[in-house]
């Protein structure tokens, strides 16, 4: 199984922050969310079911907060980053304890308007 660390936006994933924001983003960051789109397509062709695609939202360093959000596609977000290791302790989680479906997933830090998911565990501190 391979999982794709991507990026919101990429592919038919939409950025709704509010007052047109995300249209903004989403032009300026028009060449590297092609680039992403390119690298989900040519894992999903070559390894098909085996896939699970993860699309962050933008990374900060230093600011983790323990509480990661999956968003569902097209819902509106509150907090549009999350730091480098909550994204690495989210993709730990999903690789020792994920089912290995065939996925898109969206990820974000602090709140949203879906449901939320528990923090992961650290396997360094278990």
Avoid at 56 to 74: R, V
Avoid at 82 to 110: C, M, P, Q, W, Y
Wanted: proline share 5%; charged share 25%.
């Amino acid at each position: 199984h391979v999982y794709v660390i991507s990026c919101l936006g990429a592919g038919s994933s939409t950025m709704r922050l509010g007052l047109g924001l995300g249209s903004v983003v989403k032009a300026y960051m028009k060449y590297r969310l092609e680039d992403h789109t390119g690298q989900e397509k040519i894992f999903q062709e070559k390894m098909g079911d085996r896939t699970t695609i993860i699309r962050p939202t933008t990374l900060t360093d230093g600011k983790a907060t323990g509480n990661i959000q999956i968003l569902q596609e097209g819902s509106w977000f509150s907090w549009p980053t999350i730091d480098r290791k909550d994204l690495a302790l989210f993709i730990s989680n999903e690789v020792l304890e994920g089912d290995g479906s065939d996925e898109i997933v969206h990820v974000t830090a602090g709140r949203a308007t879906t449901k939320s998911q528990p923090p992961p565990v650290d396997p360094a501190e278990s």
